[in-house]
């Protein structure tokens, strides 16, 4: 059959943007709306999706929408990606060289973790099992300079691979901290090393990834924001090496450089690099 003709595509779309009043409404929504509109009628003609298709599709979106996947499903898309992606080229055409990669925030973060100064345990629960993790690191400015008082918000899910608030057996703000950095710009925490993530088995955004021929899952890592006054906040993350799935991230959050070296201490000489003896256990 032969494709609709573009006329009558761009008759309804026409239609469709006579019903706005001029000088009523959001100019920025409309622009987006009609630009979206236009590229959907375009790819419903195309590949000339039927109304069994459309009605699917409402339905899935409904779905995911009542389980809370929508951020999962902009993860697993690459819409998230999509966005760093454009934000380096933003910089690029700027000049703006930044040392450590940007990658996505994903859809797990919690405002308002516990603050501490230059050094936090992320564990307020002590996690069993798992190895010891003792991470520290500098906020510098684009000199190079230190960055006193910066606030680094740290979190991670824990060995089952759930993040607190999202998961109702955690305490509130587990795996969570704000850590204000020290007069060199120092942060420092204790946690463990954690583990990967998969999207809810059989939830929308699980189906969604298996009729793509993918998986829903991620290597271990652990997220970041660095906020301080007078610069923009850096979103990233560290993806840990080893993990099977640290170059085959279904939210494609690995980016080079954000996958340091995981130096393993024998345990008898790890309280040396803690700030405490429960860091040698
Ligand atoms: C995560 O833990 C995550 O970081 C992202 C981006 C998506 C799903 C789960
Ligand atoms: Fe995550």
């Known amino acids: 059959m032969e ?35 236009k590229d959907l009628f ?14 699917k599709a409402c ?33 690029e055409q700027a000049g703006i060289h930044a040392k450590t990669p940007r990658t996505i925030e994903g859809p797990l973060y919690v ?11 992320l564990e307020t629960v002590p996690e069993p099992g798992g190895e010891r993790l003792y991470m520290s690191g500098y906020v510098l400015d684009e000199q190079g300079n230190p960055v006193e008082g910066a606030k680094v918000e740290v979190w991670h899910c824990n060995l089952k691979g ?28 204790k946690s463990f090393l954690s583990v990967g993530y998969s999207c809810p088995p059989g939830g929308p955004t699980d189906v969604l990834m298996a009729l793509l021929g993918r998986h ?32 085959d991230d279904f939210a494609f959050a690995t ?7 995981v130096q393993r201490i024998p345990a008898d000489k790890a309280a040396e690099y803690g700030k405490d003896e429960a860091f040698a256990k």
């Open 216 to 247: 829903g899952s991620r290597p271990a890592h652990i997220h970041f924001f660095a906020t301080a006054p007078g610069f923009r906040k850096l979103t990233t993350q560290i993806n840990i090496e080893g993990d099977p799935l640290t170059y």
């Open 59 to 91: 339905d899935y979106l409904g779905e995911a929408g009542r389980k809370g996947e929508w951020g999962l499903i902009f993860a697993g898309t690459g819409i998230e990606h999509f966005i760093d992606v454009k934000m380096d080229w933003e910089d």
């Open 111 to 121: 405002e308002g973790s516990p603050e501490s100064k230059s050094y936090a345990e």
């Open 255 to 261: 980016r080079e450089d954000l996958v340091p070296h």
């Open 3 to 37: 494709r609709m003709d573009q006329a009558r595509i761009d008759a309804v779309l026409a239609d469709i943007k006579s019903k706005e009043k001029p000088g009523v409404g959001n100019e920025r929504i409309k622009e987006i709306v009609n630009r979206l509109l």
């Open 42 to 55: 375009n790819a419903m003609a195309d590949l000339d999706i039927t109304s069994e298709e459309m009605w």
């Open 162 to 189: 759930l993040y607190s608030h999202f998961d109702s057996t955690q305490p509130e703000f587990n795996l969570r901290r704000a850590i204000i950095t020290d007069k060199d710009g120092k942060y420092e925490f």
